[in-house]
């Protein structure tokens, strides 16, 4: 059964369209994370929540915004992507005292 | 967190063993070596994590002397299905220790 479970798996949209990709988990883990991953790259961490507590990553761009309402669900805004978005989007979780994440499979993100 | 070096690619052949190794000269008292596995398309995936000598589970063994200031990863008769990306991370558990960062990885191809 899927831990954390990101949808939709692939989300196409236009340039400067705002997007929203989201994320849910059934581990009731304290932190999640977004990652940007482009082709043959690593992943690369946009920011995480700490329970509810934000954390950005320095280089993040501000086109990028994260909520989280709740412990289980953590959204992931673009607010007018550009080709450069285009990328997997991956959702993680951890528990608070631990180190070992778990991930989502991933939203793929096209650009036109 | 200690920045951590592995080779770029590794190619291996079906029914080898494969032996991937990552250095990571600053790693600190408190740091536990962990790696993840990633297919295409997917998020990647937890194999096993170490702090000294030996850990072996049901997929692979890792490999860790005294020094700490490397590991190794094998991978015991690899098949068509073990290529992948392999990461290394290096950090501590819980609170802000707990984020890891994903370095370039290994991608290993293994051929029939």
């Known amino acids: 059964d899927a831990m954390v479970i990101q949808n939709p798996r692939y989300q196409v949209t236009q340039f400067g369209k705002p997007v929203t990709l989201s994320c849910s988990q059934t581990?009731?883990?304290?932190?999640m994370y977004w990652y940007q991953q482009k082709s043959s790259q690593a992943p690369k961490l946009l920011f995480h929540?700490?329970?509810?507590?934000?954390?950005n990553e320095a280089d993040t761009p501000d086109n990028f915004q994260s909520r989280r309402p709740n412990t289980s669900f953590c959204f992931l805004d673009i607010r007018s992507p550009g080709l450069g978005d285009a990328a997997m989007y991956l959702c993680?979780?951890?528990?608070?005292?631990?180190?070992?994440?778990?991930f989502g499979a991933g939203t793929r993100l096209s650009v036109l | 967190l200690a920045k951590t070096t592995q080779p770029i690619s590794m190619d291996s052949y079906e029914g080898q063993e494969v032996n991937i190794t990552c250095s990571h000269n600053?790693?600190?008292?408190?740091?536990?070596i962990t790696w993840y596995q990633q297919f295409p398309s997917q998020g990647p995936r937890f194999i096993i994590q170490?702090?000294?000598t030996k850990v072996t589970n049901e997929v692979a063994s890792l490999f860790i002397p005294a020094d700490r200031k490397s590991s190794t990863l094998s991978l015991p008769r690899v098949s068509l299905s073990d290529t992948a990306v392999y990461y290394c991370?290096?950090?501590?558990?819980?609170?802000?220790?707990?984020?890891?960062?994903f370095g370039k990885g290994t991608k290993l191809s293994v051929k029939p």
């Open positions: 993680a979780t951890r528990t608070g005292q631990g180190n070992i994440q778990y």
């Open positions: 581990l009731n883990h304290n932190v």
């Open positions: 929540y700490y329970d509810k507590d934000f954390n």
């Open positions: 600053n790693i600190a008292t408190n740091d536990y």
């Open positions: 170490g702090y000294k």
């Open positions: 991370l290096v950090g501590g558990y819980g609170g802000s220790q707990g984020n890891l960062i």
